[in-house]
């Protein structure tokens, strides 16, 4: 049996309550300056067979901002990595990096662990 399209109003078909909006927008994520994000470097083996990579963790921004921050630290560390799930990850142990760049570019609460 084919499955079942639901609407883009969350498939929500029908409603009896008084106060319903069918058309409720999405709640906003709230996005914090660079300077009052709270950014942890680790470095990380799993998964990886073996190999280096450092982790960027608690980013507070678009994922678009992401990437381009991600491109900006893969070309500052001159290797590879990439952006999903509000981390950045670089191959390499590049904490030292990392952390000179991101203090240099306003992120003062970041932290190597």
């Given at each position: 049996m084919p499955k079942k399209k639901?609407?883009?109003q969350g498939g929500i078909?029908?409603?009896t309550a008084d106060?319903?909006?069918s058309f409720q927008e999405e709640e906003t994520e709230e996005f914090l300056p660079a300077g009052e994000q709270l950014l942890k470097i680790v470095v990380d083996k799993k998964h990886r067979s073996?190999?280096?990579a450092s982790i960027i963790k608690g980013f507070a921004l678009k994922e678009t901002e992401i990437e381009a921050i991600a491109k900006k630290l893969k070309a500052f560390c001159g290797?590879?990595?990439s952006?999903?799930?509000n981390e950045i990850i670089i191959?390499?142990?590049?904490?030292?990096?990392?952390?000179?760049?991101l203090l240099k570019n306003g992120y003062s609460k970041s932290r190597k662990i």
């Open positions: 639901l609407y883009k078909v029908y409603s106060d319903f909006n073996g190999k280096v290797s590879g990595g952006a999903k799930d191959q390499g142990d590049h904490r030292d990096k990392i952390l000179q760049w």
